[in-house]
């Protein structure tokens, strides 16, 4: 049965109406992200989240509003502080992050940033799993580009992490029967070392590895050589002879002398005021 004219014109009216105002929204929307970015700019947080918001309701395919709305959580976010409204911002931030990445799932900018905070959260107060859980984010970003040096870094800060906690953790557990106590930098008994080479040998091992990897990708990385010399220190904990333990002190120093020479050098590059 064929519609009558005056009811297809009704309907393109109403098509043309519903056009006009989707284009509105998303003009509305992009005033709201441009407004939010000036308050971000200004450190006006709580203002730039609301905008952000805003722009995210007015237009759902405004992905940078949706990164700005995660960024500015993320921004509020002080690593350590107790308070609910401060574990809410960090939240929030995730749960944005993870809106982007739902649509999204190759948004760099959006892995980068849940690894990021999650990170933050897992290092003050300490949690393993959220610090495991943003390794897994940085091993998405070298999943889809590996020639960046960046992500293989932040997987070697976790390791060390992780490894020098439970380093810390069994010493002080040794220590409280311990008839004769170890200090930090004494070598970890026999025995002690055993247990901690079999449960983190494999986490220090891919710290190394991933550090390596990123100073093969980046010249003179020096944040990577402090690292990476962290990391031999843990390695050393768990030899199981002297001779073993030295070469890695020896892998660790070498690497700070060559953390100074490289921080000489750019100071020596940089113009004096």
Known sequence: MQQKPHVLFLLAVVSAALAAGAGCDKLRARDKLNKGVNAYKNAQFDVAIEDFKEAKDLDPTLTNAQLYLATAYASQYIPGAPSQDNIRNGEQAVAEFKNILDGDPNNLAAIDGIGSILYNMGGSPFDASKLEESKTYHEKHIQIKPDDPEPYYWVGVIDWSLAFR???????????????????????????????????????????????????????????????????????????????????????????????????????????S
């Open 166 to 272: 439970a380093n810390k953790d069994m010493r002080d557990a040794f220590n409280r029967t311990a008839k004769k106590p170890i200090k930090e930098s004494d070598p970890m008994p026999p025995a002690l070392a055993k247990q901690f080479g079999d449960k983190y040998g494999s986490v220090i091992d891919d710290g190394i590895s991933s550090l390596q990897t990123a100073m093969t990708k980046k010249s003179e990385y020096d944040d990577a050589m402090a690292y990476l010399n962290l990391l031999y220190r843990q390695k050393a904990d768990m030899e199981a002879t002297a001779d073993a333990r030295n070469t890695d002190l020896q892998q660790a120093d070498d690497l700070v002398e060559r953390v100074k020479a490289i921080k000489q050098k750019k100071a020596n590059l940089t113009p004096s």
